[in-house]
């Protein structure tokens, strides 16, 4: 595979990657597993649209702002995010 063809895949995959969260989905909704949550914050730092929230020492994610990119899943050290 030439220098090129390797190029041409990574951005492929990331424009689909990225095309892939330009928008909320309303169909599909991130849950949050209160008795694992901590409430330690990471999963709202790192949402980019601002749909996570710790409220009452829990991670809230508002649907309608969601983008269901996984950030909050991946950073998550409780597994709480699913």
């Not at 730092?45 to 409220?55: D, L």
């Not at 309608?64 to 996984?70: K, R, S, V």
Request: include cysteine; charge should be negative; aromatic fraction near 4%.
């Amino acid at each position: 595979m030439t220098r090129f063809t390797k190029l041409l895949l990574l951005t492929a995959v990331g424009l689909i990657i990225f095309a892939a969260c330009d928008e909320p989905l309303a169909n599909a909704i991130l849950t949050v597993d209160t008795s694992r949550c901590v409430g330690c914050g990471k999963c709202e730092e790192v949402c980019p649209y601002g749909a996570i929230e710790i409220i009452d020492g829990d991670a809230v994610i508002d649907p309608g702002l969601c983008h269901q990119c996984n950030r909050c899943i991946e950073v998550c050290p409780e597994g709480a995010i699913y």
